[in-house]
């Protein structure tokens, strides 16, 4: 593709900086100064557009998934530490005792 720009003012001067100090042609300041740029926008765009591809794609079955998501989990990790929980399920947020026992006096 040919392109053909006008700079003028702060543009000029710093795209002719660039060239002098990189000892690149103006063609060449210009690909590299795209490819950065190009580099930064997919960086900004591209890590959550491939994420959003898979998000919503598996099938459980269960339509209650997202309002439940908190129960399931505790249910998971109560089934994966039998024995270890205290007589009520804890919530989410909050730490399981030690699995050892309290030091009396302290």
Request: glycine share 12%; aromatic share 8%; net charge positive.
């Amino acid at each position: 593709m040919r392109v053909n720009a006008r700079f003028e003012g702060d543009a000029e001067q710093q795209l002719n900086y660039l060239a002098e100090a990189t000892g690149l042609g103006v063609s060449e300041v210009l690909r590299a100064s795209v490819q950065s740029y190009y580099d930064q926008v997919r960086a900004r765009r591209g890590g959550l557009t491939h994420f959003a591809a898979f998000v919503g794609q598996g099938r459980s079955g269960r339509a209650d998934v997202a309002s439940s998501y908190k129960a399931r989990l505790a249910e998971g990790w109560g089934a994966k530490h039998q024995g270890q929980s205290p007589t009520r399920p804890l919530a989410v947020h909050e730490p399981a005792p030690p699995p050892y026992p309290a030091k009396k006096g302290g």
